[in-house]
């Protein structure tokens, strides 16, 4: 068993070796991104990355705090849906009405749970896992970003 310590270090490598990963990466718009911190331009939107012994998964949460609006970006969610998943190359999990943080959230998620990054031989797979749907999930993003936006005003 890990001590405290060496997890929160075994958490930050992991993260530091993704996050250089990832800036051999541009947006689709040509921008250089902190993939870590996906810029989605709204404060209800958000794409989170994890990583650890049981998961490896990028998730596309929407925490808007007005019930209407939430339902509103679900259903647009829900119209977009044919195109992220073309997009994707696989469906995800879609979920409605998660309690995140004391916080409802509508989520998308891809995940596996095939890796462990404790286990060093399945790290570079992890990073290929979450490398390959960022940049899917970006060019999905960058074209559609603007509906979702408008519907946040």
């Known amino acids: 068993m890990l001590s405290k310590e060496d997890r929160k270090a075994k958490n930050e490598a992991f993260w530091d070796g993704y996050k250089k990963l990832m800036r051999k990466h541009m947006s689709s718009t040509g921008r250089r991104i902190n993939w870590l911190h996906y810029p989605t331009e709204a404060k209800d939107l958000y794409l989170r990355l994890e990583g650890n012994a049981k998961v490896c998964a990028v998730h596309f949460d929407l925490q808007a705090r007005d019930q209407g609006v939430m339902d509103v970006l679900w259903e647009q969610m829900g ?3 044919s195109v992220l998943v073309a997009e ?12 995140i943080n004391n916080v409802y959230t509508c989520r998308i998620s891809w995940s596996t749970d095939k890796y462990n990054y404790f286990n060093e031989q399945d790290v570079p797979q992890m990073y290929a896992f979450l490398e390959e749907r960022c940049i899917r999930f970006d060019a999905f993003y960058q074209e559609y970003k603007d509906i979702l936006l408008s519907l946040l005003d």
Do not use: Q
């Not at 994707?88 to 879609?94: A, H, K, N, T, V």
């Open 79 to 81: 119209e977009l849906k």
């Open 88 to 99: 994707m190359g696989e469906e995800g999990l879609w979920i409605e009405g998660l309690e």
